[in-house]
Every structure is written in C-alpha cells, then in structure tokens.
C-alpha cells in the first residue's frame, strides 16, 4: 500500500521559516511529479509547487522567491523549504505525488493527510 506522510508543520511568526517533508512508502517502482497544495479555510484547494522527477520546478506566484521545492529521489521525499512566511500562508499543506506502484502496476494520484501550517501575525 503506497502511503505519502507528511511532516514539518506548525505554528511560526510571520517573516519566519518552516520545512514540509513528505515521505512516500510502499512498493513504488517510480515516482513522476511531486506537488504542494495547501487548502486555506473556505477556500478552494491550490497548487503550491510543483517538481518533476528530473527536477524541473513551478511555483504559485503567490509564493515565488519565498518558498523552494526540492526532491531526494532515493528518498522518495519531496520538500517544501517556506521562507519569509506570511499570515496569508496560513492553510492545511498537503503532499501529492504520481506513483506507479508494482501493485498491479498501477499508476496513480496519491495524497497525503495534510499538516497545518499557521503563519501568526
């Protein structure tokens, strides 16, 4: 069973720094892109930052120049560095990634449980 756990959250000042960690686990033959979304209260679901196994990136423009998103691919971890937070960063952050499992070779669209991240003004 492929699992995605993420770590790192918490509660931060604004203009201070947190680290996201996303491990995925299980019996994985490859991973293509990992992904950051995060989800603020009543407001829709957003992509954050995204990397491809090759390591070319995107960023929200909302967070371009403050957050980096980096991958160890022996790993199978994926990092959200977020530097000079801001209250408006505040949401539930959640991994994503593209697995191929070699559970019947599938691919598929795998999340993980969220991490609260709460930037205090």
């Known amino acids: 069973q492929v699992q995605l756990v993420e770590s790192g959250g918490g509660l931060v000042q604004a203009g201070g720094s947190l680290r996201l960690s996303c491990a995925a686990s299980g019996r994985i033959l490859s991973i293509n892109v990992m992904a950051w979304y995060r989800q603020a209260p009543g407001k829709l679901r957003e992509l954050v930052a995204g990397i491809t196994k090759v390591g070319s990136t995107n960023y929200a423009d909302s967070v371009k120049g403050r957050f980096t998103i980096s991958r160890d691919n022996a790993k199978n971890t994926v990092y959200l560095q977020m530097n000079r937070l801001k209250p408006e960063d505040t949401a539930v952050y959640y991994c994503?990634?593209?697995?191929?499992?070699?559970?019947?070779?599938?691919?598929?669209?795998?999340w993980g449980q969220g991490t609260q991240v709460t930037v205090s003004s």
């Open positions: 994503n990634a593209d697995i191929l499992s070699a559970d019947g070779l599938k691919r598929g669209d795998y």
